[in-house]
């Protein structure tokens, strides 16, 4: 049998002296992380996870963090990582979804999961004296044991890991991958489209919860002998602009909001980026404007795409050096895109429909969630996603919202990103979202606007009449000074339709 171990592939084939992380502490080099990995997994072991038990991760980034999660996969059990911000009703959830052996914590989610009456503590970061009766203190576990462990062989369509789908549309569902996953998500994505290699320093935007940042910061750099940098506190503009400053990476790894909010920040025009040879966008929708102030602005060229949990990673991108504004990309090869009718026909160039992606990256199931996965995962190593999009001739794919976020206006439905796109075009509009709001009896658009300018709503409804059909221009328009956001930095849409 061949292994898949993800520990052995990431870890234990790079130079032990170059670095592997960058931390508030200090530097990590490879063998470091190698050791520190092996004695963490020689104490999960001792709190008695066994192969194939889950490991429900929710620890701030860093060293140790890492170095959970790889001694995880080392001893062939099962990762799972949720925000270690979250709410006690939150980890209650997870914790009764996946049913960990043990529950990796620290500083951050510690009194959340106490409050949750979450059992199974084992907790870093955190003096030991700190602790409550049951609680376990890893450091201290970690400490004691031997930094050599050798990997537990595992096959290609062994599960692996979790990776949780963001919960905008629903409770989060677990999907669960294979070890095979990670490996051709490398190839594919990290080698074959952003020419990842080892001179690379990679910063992340989201925190490493989020498979995204994960991947693109503590996994596939590894692959290629490369660095990325970590960090436990939350994420604003200003702790981008000093760890560009500080690190100077060369990979920035991004999403729309944050693009946004750096670019409305007082650093952004004095701001030096240009050590950065790409920064990636993914998670939602990245409007032409925006990308085209960026580069204006920042002169950093942006590679966006679309990927999912569902399909582990990144499956649509564009390609450095040819980027297109206002495109996901092309398929990333490895992958095969269709664009489908409901009944999964496909459908021609130019024409709205759902993508449906195939590849043996993809996810074995929802776990526990028999009739979504019969829904979503329609045929071996193929999901259907709720995403909507056109293929245009040179096979660039062009994102028309979601499936689920379309609104019945006037008999007709409308697609809330297309109304949220010609907003953006508005030079007082710094973003927005739109979300339908019941009036009447009638599902009518509503536009949250977050202005760069003074603008008056009845201004903004009549550029949109302007420029596209009479169903589809806000009927209401409520100004914010800023739009909610879910763990992973997408729009809350849930949280806007309470409201709404």
């Keep these: ?66 170095a959970t999660w790889y001694g995880t996969q080392r001893i062939g059990a099962i990762t799972a990582e949720v925000y270690t911000y979250l709410r006690a009703k939150d980890y209650r959830y997870f914790a009764d979804y996946v049913r960990p052996r043990v529950v990796v914590t620290g500083p ?16 870093t970061g955190v003096p030991a004296e700190e602790l409550r009766p ?7 576990l970690v400490a004691e044991q031997p930094d050599e ?35 051709l998500s490398f190839e594919w994505y990290a080698r074959g489209v952003l020419g990842i290699g080892p001179d690379d320093v990679v910063l992340p935007v989201p925190k490493l919860f989020f498979g995204y940042a994960r991947d693109l910061t503590a996994l596939f750099p590894f692959g290629a002998g490369a660095a990325g940098v970590v960090f436990p506190e939350r994420t604003t503009p200003d702790t981008i602009f000093d760890l560009i400053a500080e690190h100077r990476p060369t990979i920035l790894v991004n999403v729309p909001t944050m693009m946004s909010a750096m670019l409305a920040h007082p650093r952004a025009a004095d701001a030096d980026l240009s050590c950065l040879r790409l920064c990636t966008s993914a998670g939602e929708q990245l409007p032409a404007d925006l990308h085209r102030r960026w580069l204006d602005t920042f002169g950093v060229e942006v590679v966006d795409g679309i990927g999912s949990s569902e399909a582990y990673h990144v499956y649509v991108s564009n390609r450095p050096g040819r980027a297109r504004p206002g495109t996901l990309g092309q398929v990333v090869p490895g992958y095969q895109a269709r664009v489908v009718d409901e009944d999964g026909a496909e459908v021609p160039d130019g024409q709205v429909g759902r993508l449906e992606i195939t590849g043996e990256a993809v996810a074995l199931e929802y776990w526990q969630r028999p009739e979504k ?8 190593h193929t999901v259907r996603s709720g995403d909507l999009v056109t ?11 979601r499936a689920d976020d379309l ?13 949220e796109n010609c907003l953006l075009e508005h030079p007082a509009v710094a973003a927005c979202a739109v979300v339908g709001h019941r009036l009447r009896g009638l599902t009518r658009p509503h536009a949250y606007v977050v202005r760069s300018a003074e603008v008056e709503a009845a201004e903004l409804k009549a550029f949109v009449r302007a420029r596209l059909a009479a169903q589809k221009y806000p009927r209401k328009i409520t100004f914010v000074g800023a739009l909610p956001q879910t763990a992973s930095g997408k729009i809350d849409r849930r949280a806007l339709e309470v409201a709404s």
């Design 1 to 66: 049998m061949e292994s898949f171990n993800i520990a052995e592939r990431f870890l234990d084939r790079s130079d032990g002296s170059r670095t592997a992380l960058i931390t508030r502490a200090g530097r990590i080099d490879y063998r470091r992380l190698r050791a520190l990995a092996a004695r963490t997994g020689n104490a999960l072991r001792a709190l008695g996870v066994r192969r194939g038990d889950r490991v429900l991760i929710a620890a701030d980034d860093g060293a140790e963090s890492v």
């Design 108 to 123: 951050s989610a510690l009194e959340q999961l106490r409050a949750a009456g979450v059992p199974g503590l084992v907790v």
């Design 134 to 140: 049951g609680e376990r203190h890893l450091d201290t």
């Design 149 to 183: 462990l050798d990997p537990v062989p595992v096959a290609a369509g062994d599960v692996a890991l979790w990776k949780f789908t963001t919960g905008s549309t629903g409770a989060p569902r677990a999907c669960v991958l294979p070890a095979r996953s990670p490996h």
């Design 373 to 380: 996965t019969a829904e979503t995962f329609v045929a071996e």
């Design 391 to 401: 293929r245009d001739a040179d096979g660039f794919f062009h994102y028309r919202g």
């Design 407 to 419: 609104l019945k206006v006037g008999g007709a439905w409308v697609a809330p990103a297309e109304i």
